[in-house]
């Protein structure tokens, strides 16, 4: 009996896994069977979509918040032009990554859109768009950098990113203002000068190396013009002058930890007190704040320490309005996800590849950048 | 579903002669000793009535290369399992290897500034040895202080670690992803082994066969092949009949630890880039794949076909749910399920036969 039973689970199963998958519209093309004819065939078949067969889109991680929300963005605006599409998720890993992309290639896809894991290997774009190239599907790279000869070598390649030093300048830009106009209040030991202390989110990342060098470095010119001194880094002793998320996740729990271990030891009762706090992105601002918390700062009536971060998450923005966070950068997550979609659909029926895309923001004929804006709440 | 069918012939006169009820266990222990391939059957089948070009070549080429690129690794914990054992290190062993053999063959070495491409066989000797050297940490620690494999396996995971993040710290490369092999290690990886079709089959589909082969010869025409399943279904009889118990566990380790230096040897080449994080979590997939193959946690059951078997069933399961644009959130629900059934499954076929 108990063998009947463990077979009929079985048999659910594998019909269960069937059943997964034809929740998807059934109409099937015959024209997405044979690959690499999909694109031609969809001009004439499908004109108000523009895109037949199925659009890929592979995230680096599901985890991550800030590309959550061009997610979303993304998804309601395929839905919205009509277009079939299927998110995959490599959960941080280039070989997940690659392999899903050899995949869909194998299954049909009409478009690859990317966001690519390892945003510092030129190997692993250039095998990507050697597969997309061989198999003539065009290719998308969105919001993980890619280098400019690797994607502008593939005539139907293209890059949606943010110009990467664009968001740690404004952060820079609002931290020296913000800093100015506050200045008293925020030295609390009164020793003439402010010290801060710089979260990273990642070793060898361009966006996190020029949030970490922007972001202070334009602070201080802010400053230095108005005649004040520049910000100091708490810990003499580091020369890095930041604390990194070791893991590479840019992590809110990294956030905390950094933080509460640094609040073990500097204080006000030590009178060294952190007197502003700065992340590579709201993740790490956020949970920052929640070690201050803990600490009994930056609470409603409290004692309050600046925090500043990039990426404006539903969360920061909420801390922001709950007076919790100071302020952050917004990166465009519907404008990113518009431009990926009229991309996607620029390529797939032929017709030039930035049309419908604001020429001020085109850069050359391999990218498009997306503007970034402060935010200090509404 | 055309296995069971072949099978009935040959069994037919034998199920005449029995009784209606002997009859009835025969059928269902014939199921269930086959439920893998029943329910890869029925997979394979429904993701292709859903989506036909689950079974265009391209597709299949496609499955049989990611199930050779997870092959290796799982063989190596596979040996550990049927320890009764486990091996939670290996996927960190394979970053670590990963590592050194992009580290060998960077075209501009940052690692170590003015070191030549080394020749392809350096960096599989490299790899060979230091994933033995893991190995036999493992190996001996578990042998000599009787401490549970997962604890074992867990430091030396950490230990790891920590080395990979040191490697990729030396010269000036500071933690950056390793990328610029050279052409002949990518080439001696993923060239052309020959094409089928349009399509291409990479040459790590034969290192994999072989290593395969191997590994099946080992366990089945070696003593020490013999040694390890009799420590694993039970050490102290293993002990008593004169078996050196140590020695065969250091052994096993020792092999498994090369087993995953391979993997990491094909997969930078596959990757084509390398960074701190490289194999983390394989060790997850290549359990689940024995387990499911029929390796089992209770030790001196399995085999080197499970192995494939399991890490087949895997691929095609991953890649038929990709196909059938399944969620991907419900993905890690749906992998999780499978998981537990397959396993489930095979468990009970152990459970009637003791």
Redesign the interface.
């Known amino acids: 009996m ?3 039973i ?2 009929a ?3 659910v ?3 269960g ?2 059943a ?3 929740t ?1 519209p059934a109409e ?1 093309t015959a024209a ?2 044979e ?1 690499d004819a999909v694109v031609e065939t969809t001009v004439v078949a499908a004109e108000a979509a523009g895109v037949d067969g ?1 659009v890929s889109i592979f995230w680096y991680t ?1 985890g991550d918040t800030y590309l959550s929300s061009v997610r979303s963005a993304m998804n309601a605006a395929w839905d919205a032009a009509g277009i079939k599409y ?4 490599a959960n ?4 997940t990554q ?3 992309i ?7 896809t009409a478009v690859l859109v990317v966001n690519i894991v ?1 945003a ?5 774009t ?2 990507i768009v050697d597969m997309a190239e061989q198999a003539g599907i065009p290719l998308v790279f969105f919001n993980r950098s890619v280098s400019e000869e690797i994607v502008s070598a593939y005539d139907k390649a293209a890059y949606v990113g943010t110009d990467y030093t664009q968001a740690g300048h404004m952060q820079g830009e609002m931290i020296g203002n913000y800093v100015l106009e506050n200045y008293d209040a925020l030295d609390l030991n009164g020793d003439g000068q402010i010290s801060y202390v710089m979260f990273k989110g990642q ?2 990342n361009m966006e996190a190396d020029a949030r970490t060098q922007y972001g202070v470095e334009d602070a201080d010119k802010v400053l230095t013009e108005a005649g004040k001194p520049a910000l100091v880094f708490y810990d003499d002793a580091n020369p890095s002058k930041y604390l990194l998320d ?3 996740a840019w992590s809110a729990e990294q956030g905390q930890n950094l933080m509460q271990t640094l609040l073990s030891k500097y204080s006000e009762d030590n009178g060294n007190m952190v007197e502003l706090v700065i992340a590579n992105n709201d993740d790490m601002g956020l949970g920052a704040i929640s070690a201050l918390q803990n600490a009994g700062y930056n609470k409603e009536g409290g004692k309050y320490i600046p925090v500043f971060g990039v990426d404006a998450t539903d969360a920061a923005k909420e801390a922001i309005a709950a007076g919790s966070m100071t302020g952050t950068i917004k990166q465009d997550a519907e404008g990113m996800a518009n431009a990926v979609v009229a991309i996607s659909q620029n390529l797939a029926t032929g017709a030039d590849k930035f049309d419908t895309i604001d020429a001020a923001n085109v850069v050359g004929t391999w990218r498009v950048n997306i503007p970034y804006s402060a935010y200090t709440g509404e | 579903m055309t296995k069971l069918k072949a099978n009935k012939p040959s069994k037919i006169d034998e199920l005449k002669a029995m009784t209606p009820k002997d009859r009835k266990r025969a059928i269902g222990d014939l199921l269930m000793n086959n439920a893998m391939f029943i329910i890869i059957a029925i997979a394979v089948v429904g993701i292709y009535i859903a989506e036909p070009t689950f079974l265009s070549l391209p597709s299949i080429v496609n499955i049989i290369n990611l199930t050779a690129a997870k092959l290796p690794i799982a063989l190596g914990v596979g040996g550990c399992i049927i320890l009764a054992g486990t091996d939670i290190s290996a996927g960190r062993v394979v970053g670590l290897s990963a590592c050194i053999a992009a580290g060998l063959q960077l075209t501009t070495n940052k690692l170590f500034p003015g070191l030549q491409v080394m020749p392809v066989p350096v960096a599989i000797l490299a790899v060979l040895a230091v994933g033995a050297c893991v190995g036999f940490v493992n190996g001996f620690f578990m042998a000599k202080f009787k401490l549970h494999p997962f604890i074992v396996t867990l430091s030396t995971q950490l230990i790891v670690y920590g080395i990979i993040l040191i490697f990729m710290q030396l010269g000036t490369n500071s933690g950056q992803t390793l990328s610029g092999m050279s052409e002949a290690y990518r080439n001696f990886v993923t060239g052309e082994l020959f094409k089928v079709g349009n399509t291409t089959v990479p040459r790590y589909v034969l290192y994999s066969a072989i290593i395969a082969v191997v590994v099946w010869v080992i366990w089945n025409k070696t003593t020490f092949g013999k040694n390890m399943y009799a420590v694993g279904s039970n050490e102290d009889a293993a002990n008593v009949s004169g078996v050196n118990v140590t020695k065969t566990i250091i052994m096993v380790f020792i092999l498994a630890g090369m087993l995953y230096g391979l993997t990491g040897f094909m997969d930078a080449a596959r990757i084509a880039s390398v960074n701190a994080n490289t194999g983390l979590n394989y060790e997850s997939d290549a359990i689940a794949a024995c387990v499911i193959g029929g390796i089992s946690f209770v030790g001196g059951i399995g085999k080197v076909s499970g192995a494939i078997i399991g890490v087949l069933l895997l691929q095609v399961i991953f890649v038929g749910l990709n196909y059938l644009s399944v969620d991907p959130n419900l993905l890690y629900i749906v992998k999780g399920m499978i998981i537990l059934v397959a396993c489930s499954i095979d468990m009970r076929k152990y459970l009637v036969r003791k």
Request: proline share 0%; aromatic share 6%; net charge negative.
């Open positions: 108990k063998k009947v463990a077979l689970l079985a048999l199963m594998a019909f896994l069937v997964c998958g034809s998807a099937t997405a069977a690959g199925e599901f299927h998110d995959y998720d941080n890993s280039q070989t690659t392999e899903q050899q995949t869909a290639i194998t299954k049909g390892d510092s290997s030129d190997d692993a250039q095998a070793e060898g070791a893991n590479g």
